[in-house]
């Protein structure tokens, strides 16, 4: 088995512990209504990759009930969570990887902490896949933990599941989105206390094609 086929066996297996503990934080809910603001358009098509629970697309469909969301991951028991959690979404199990085979454009893409489970290589293809599947001055999100790349390695939940965790660094994110032409127009960052009492940076661009 592959790193990344192991990462997303352990996702579908932790699905209702992450629904548990991270469906209602509220942290950043700041930088989600700055993706709206950036949008403007009413009745915009939305498309969340790595969706989790659907806590992002629940926060998006109470702020913004005429949003049309497609809301994907690639854990089928994370997809079934986000359909309980937000029924009026539309779902489909989807890689990251393979996000060149949807037909549609979308206003806006939101990708919440999905870059860690992806290498840097799949990343600079994933900014190419969004950009083409953006209208014209459509909005991308996406958050993240900077840091070194090679940190990045296999981390051991108390269940002794592993998933492997990419650490990316900024100055090569932001090469790689100015490159393929998006424009920054958020850069946020948000600390996130972890449970052993140590405190990590999150951070969050929005950007504009
Ligand atoms: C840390 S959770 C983030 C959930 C939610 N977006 C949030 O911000 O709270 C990471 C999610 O990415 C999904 N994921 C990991 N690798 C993926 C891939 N290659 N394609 C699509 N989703 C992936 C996992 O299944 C998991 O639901």
Known sequence: MDSYEETHETWNRMAKLYEEVFMDLDIYNASYDQFCELIGTEEAAILEIGCGPGNITKY?????????????????????????????????ILDIRQLHTLKKLFHG??????????????????FKNVYEKLYSEGILYI???????KDSGFIIGSSGDRSYFYYHHIDAITEALLSQGFIIKRHLEVPYKKRNDTTEIHTILILQK
């Open 60 to 92: 998006l469909s109470k702020q913004q009930p005429s949003y049309k969301i497609l809301t994907t991951d690639v854990a089928p028991n994370m997809i079934a969570l986000a359909q309980k959690n937000v029924p009026n979404a539309t779902f489909k």
């Open 109 to 126: 893409v939101i990708i919440g902490f999905a870059l860690p489970y992806i290498s840097k290589e799949d990343t600079i293809q994933l």
């Open 143 to 149: 958050s993240f933990v900077a840091g070194n790349y």
